[in-house]
C-alpha cells in the first residue's frame, strides 16, 4: 500500500543554518504531496503542497520540488530561524482521494 | 472563516467508559476525516464522513465509531476505553471532492484523551 518515509529526528539546528528534510514515498500512480507543521499543543497546519511531478511547493521561506524519478518530496528552507521549531509530517494523498497518509514526522529545534 | 473546532480539549477518563469527542468543520465543507496521533504509531486514519456517510475507514476495532449530521458537525465514539486509547485525536475537514486532492486538510487543534 501506499507510504510516506521521512527521515529520523530529532534534527537541531542553529539559527540561520540551512534545513533540508528528506521524504520518500511509495504510491501508484501520481498522489498529491503535502508538508504539514505541528507546533506545540496545536493540530496539523499545511505548509505547501504539490499535485503533479516537478511541481514546486512554496510557503513562508519553505520550498519542496515533487520528484516522480526519485519518489521524493525533501523540505527545504535556507535559513531556519527559532520560531520554525516544530514537528514536520510529509503527506500523501493516494490517487483514488480515500485519505491523507502521513510520514512519522520529524522535529526540528533552532537554537539561537 | 472560522477553522476547525475541536471540543473539548481536554478528556479524562477510566478504562471501560465511553467518550464521545466533537468536530465542527469549517463552513461549507462536508468532509470530515479523524485521526488518531500516539507517540509510538505517529497519525494514524479512522475514517471519513462525507455527507453523513462513512466513506472510508482505517484498521480501527469496532469500539471506535464515528458519525456525521446534517450540518457536517461529526462526532466520534469510542467505547470501552483501553489504556491504549489515550491519544491526541485529531478532526480534518474538507470540501470533500476530488479538489481535495489539491487543497489538503484544515486540521483542528485536537482532543487529548487520557484514559487511566
Known amino acids: 500500500g501506499d507510504s510516506v518515509t521521512q527521515m529520523e529526528g530529532p534534527v537541531t539546528l542553529s539559527e540561520e543554518a540551512f534545513l533540508t528534510i528528506n521524504c520518500t514515498y511509495t504510491?501508484?500512480?501520481?498522489?498529491?504531496l503535502f508538508w504539514y507543521v505541528q507546533y506545540p499543543g496545536e493540530g496539523l497546519q499545511l505548509l505547501l503542497k504539490?499535485?503533479?511531478?516537478?511541481d514546486k511547493g512554496s510557503n513562508k521561506g519553505f520550498e519542496a520540488t515533487y520528484r516522480k524519478e526519485t519518489t521524493s518530496f525533501h523540505l527545504e528552507k535556507g535559513s531556519v530561524q527559532v520560531s520554525d521549531s516544530a514537528v514536520y509530517f510529509c503527506?500523501?494523498?493516494?490517487?483514488?482521494?480515500?485519505?491523507?497518509?502521513f510520514g512519522p514526522g520529524t522535529s526540528l529545534s533552532v537554537i539561537p | 472563516k472560522a477553522g476547525v473546532t475541536q471540543t473539548p480539549r481536554y478528556l479524562i477518563k477510566t478504562r471501560g467508559q465511553q467518550v464521545t469527542l466533537s468536530c465542527s468543520p469549517i463552513?461549507?465543507?462536508?468532509?470530515v476525516s479523524w485521526y488518531q496521533q500516539t507517540p509510538g504509531q505517529g497519525l494514524q486514519f479512522l475514517f471519513e464522513?462525507?455527507?453523513?456517510?462513512?466513506?472510508n475507514k482505517g484498521n480501527f476495532p469496532g469500539r471506535f465509531s464515528g458519525r456525521q449530521f446534517s450540518n457536517s458537525r461529526s462526532e466520534m465514539n469510542v467505547s470501552t476505553l483501553e489504556l491504549g486509547d489515550s491519544a491526541l485525536y485529531l478532526c480534518?475537514?474538507?470540501?470533500?471532492?476530488?479538489?481535495?486532492?489539491?487543497?489538503?486538510?484544515?486540521f483542528g487543534s485536537g482532543t487529548r484523551l487520557t484514559v487511566v
Open positions: 480534518a475537514s474538507s470540501s470533500g471532492g476530488v479538489g481535495r486532492a489539491n487543497y489538503g486538510y484544515t
Open positions: 504510491a501508484t500512480g501520481y498522489p498529491s
Open positions: 504539490a499535485t503533479k511531478a516537478d
Open positions: 503527506a500523501l494523498m493516494s490517487t483514488s482521494y480515500d485519505k491523507v497518509i
Open positions: 463552513s461549507g465543507h462536508r468532509s
Open positions: 464522513y462525507f455527507s453523513e456517510t462513512q466513506r
